[in-house]
């Protein structure tokens, strides 16, 4: 009887042993590192989402050994430790064996593994998420064209390039704007040129413009001033493009040449005419300082001075219509000129056939119009 107890005991304490080391196996791989010598990999493990059929969720395995299990439709990044060599990952059905698929993958040193898994209702199958390498290490791309780093990063395989406007550049240091700043990879700012990354992972290049530009007064100081000054303001506070246009003021007592307004495009496309002093824009910003043209001039009696006049403002509409156009803009003006109305200011109102060519050559007929004189072209449209 004592012999049978004893028995008894130590099957008890067989089994509870057993199933103590079952558990620490398991939970030894289910992200911890094992302890044999290797290098740290992330394994990412990508699972499509199913709408309807085959939602199972999926164990994932290396070399045999369980990682866990990886709910359906998810997402999970594994932390291991493998010996560099050829490795076997493998993904099953959690409650079928025999529902799988693996691929074998490489590791050469420390870095990235990953595989992206369809469920079907005959197997798991699995495509390996490709890699990349870095063009150069991180402490390297600092001073390079933005440009140049950009197709460097496309041309290693990186499929995911954004970037970040850093305006820090005095007027001084025109030879660093569109430099790099910094370049990183899936938010790491510290990385060598051997270090692999997804492909898919985000690189943001930071890069360098020059600091915004202060006006140099506000636009209710400057109206009314010699235009030619006014510029000049503009383009010593250090706006790239600045130019001037010509228009009327329609007040007799406003001075020519003086300002009418000013317009600051800074690209949103919505102009800038009413601006405070100490206001800031992008440097790229486009100025164009509106003045008051001279008076129009009056037709003549003289039917020849108003030939002159009709001329003048034809030879202008069609200029502007090239500038429009400049693979081609021809006016027909002896075969389809649908009007020529003087509208008493020394401008006309046109109308008249034309031949507009693309810059694929291939030509197009159609008519414009417009109001065009003393310089300058209102109201064009082309149908």
């Known amino acids: 009887m004592g012999r049978m107890r004893y028995a008894a005991s130590f099957a008890v304490v067989a089994l509870l042993s057993i199933e103590l080391v079952a558990c620490a196996s398991l939970s030894g791989h289910r992200g911890d590192p094992t302890e044999e010598e290797g290098v740290p990999v992330n394994l990412r493990v990508d699972c499509d989402t199913n709408l309807f059929f085959s939602r199972y969720d999926v164990e994932v395995f290396v070399d045999g050994e369980s990682y866990g299990v990886l709910p359906h439709g998810e997402d999970e990044v594994f932390e291991l430790n493998l010996t560099e060599g050829e490795h076997v990952f493998r993904a099953e059905e959690d409650d079928d064996s025999g529902v799988s698929g693996e691929e074998t993958f490489v590791v050469s040193g420390e870095g990235k593994a990953g595989f992206s898994i369809h469920c079907t209702s005959s197997e798991v199958q699995v495509e390996e998420i490709d890699t990349a390498v ?4 991180s402490h390297d791309a600092a001073g390079q064209n933005k440009d140049d780093v950009e197709d460097a990063f496309r041309d290693a395989g990186f499929t995911d390039v954004s970037f970040v406007e850093i305006r820090d550049l005095g007027r001084d240091e025109a030879d660093a704007v569109m430099t790099v700043a910094s370049v990183s990879i899936g938010g790491a700012q510290d990385y060598s040129a051997e270090e692999s990354f997804y492909e898919d992972e985000e690189v943001v290049i930071s890069y360098r413009l020059p600091e915004d530009v202060v006006v140099p007064a506000s636009s209710d100081e400057l109206v009314g001033t010699n235009y030619p000054e006014v510029v000049s303001q503009f383009e010593a506070a250090g706006f790239a493009e600045v130019t001037a246009e010509a228009v009327s003021s329609h007040d007799p ?29 992008p440097y790229e910003s486009t100025v164009v300082v509106r003045y008051n043209m001279p008076a129009p001039v009056e037709e003549s009696e003289d ?31 002896m075969m389809d000129l649908v009007n020529c109305e003087p509208q008493g200011d020394g401008a006309y109102f046109i109308k008249v056939g034309v ?12 008519y414009a119009q417009g109001i065009a004189g003393n310089g300058n072209v209102t109201d064009f449209l082309v149908s």
């Open 253 to 281: 007592d406003f001075a020519v040449d003086a300002v009418v307004g000013i317009d600051i495009d800074d690209g949103s496309f919505l102009p800038e005419s009413s601006f405070d002093s100490g206001q800031a824009f």
């Open 355 to 366: 031949t507009i060519t693309n810059e694929y050559g291939v030509e197009r007929r159609t």
């Open 134 to 137: 870095p063009p150069f290490a």
């Open 303 to 333: 039917p020849n001075d108003n030939w002159d006049l009709e001329w003048e403002a034809r030879q202008t509409f069609e200029r502007f219509g090239q500038i429009l156009y400049p693979y081609g803009f021809e006016c027909h003006w």
